[in-house]
T-cell receptor
Framework: ETGVTQTPRHLVMGMTNKKSLKCEQH?????MYWYKQSAKKPLELMFV???????ENNSVPSRFSPECPNSSHLFLHLHTLQPEDSALYLC??????????????FGPGTRLTVL | GENVEQHPSTLSVQEGDSAVIKCTYS??????FPWYKQELGKRPQLIID?????GEKKDQRIAVTLNKTAKHFSLHITETQPEDSAVYFC???????????FGRGTSLIVHP
């Protein structure tokens, strides 16, 4: 598959579970992002990585832990989540952070339900 | 920080009509304004964007206009078709802070 892929597409977990979301981009981009999309709320940026280095943590609770082992892969490790964390988690990538080439391409998302 | 307002939240039109969605922003340093389309159950997809050095950009049936003085930009869709039905999001970012701020979205419904 080309573009940005995410696995799993759906995830149901209990509040005491530990799980991880995976994102992979096949576009040769240097920047990757995690977003949270909840019903009736704007897209919320969570984390930004540029050349594997975290450049932004948008006041995200520590129960969400990102990992970027290389420019093509991005993970979001989840532990002791709350029901209000249930949402669609979207990964995106762009060639660069700003200026020409900062257009973001999104993955299909992981629909997360926390029981 | 940046404040982005998007209107209307819902827009219902007949096939063939035009649709206009407007976003206002607060930071005069903002210089990049993309629009995304998200169909039900699918990922947001970039459909058109504009940078602050131009006032208008067109791509077939869609166009975006930017008024930097008034700090607003609009998405125009002409000759709407049922497959245009989706949620449309505007976003704003600046060179100083590349973090995009998204609008709340507009649900466009095109009736056949």
């Amino acid at each position: 598959e080309t573009g940005v892929t995410q696995t799993p597409r759906h995830l149901v977990m209990g509040m005491t579970n530990k799980k991880s979301l995976k994102c992979e981009q096949h576009l040769g981009h240097n920047a990757m992002y995690w977003y949270k999309q909840s019903a009736k709320k704007p897209l919320e940026l969570m984390f930004v990585y540029n050349f594997k280095e975290q450049t932004e943590n948008n006041s995200v609770p520590s129960r969400f832990s990102p990992e970027c082992p290389n420019s093509s892969h991005l993970f979001l490790h989840l532990h002791t989540l709350q029901p209000e964390d249930s949402a669609l988690y979207l990964c995106a990538s762009s060639q660069r952070l700003a200026g020409e080439g900062n257009e973001q391409f999104f993955g299909p998302g992981t629909r997360l339900t926390v029981l | 920080g940046e404040n982005v307002e998007q209107h209307p939240s819902t827009l219902s039109v007949q096939e063939g009509d035009s649709a206009v969605i407007k976003c206002t922003y607060s930071d005069s340093a903002s210089n990049y304004f993309p629009w995304y389309k998200q169909e039900l159950g699918k990922r947001p997809q970039l459909i058109i964007d504009i940078r602050s050095n131009v006032g208008e950009k067109k791509d077939q049936r869609i166009a975006v206009t930017l008024n930097k003085t008034a700090k607003h930009f609009s998405l125009h869709i002409t000759e709407t078709q049922p497959e245009d039905s989706a949620v449309y999001f505007c976003a704003v970012s600046s060179g100083g802070s590349y973090i995009p701020t998204f609008g709340r979205g507009t649900s466009l419904i095109v009736h056949p």
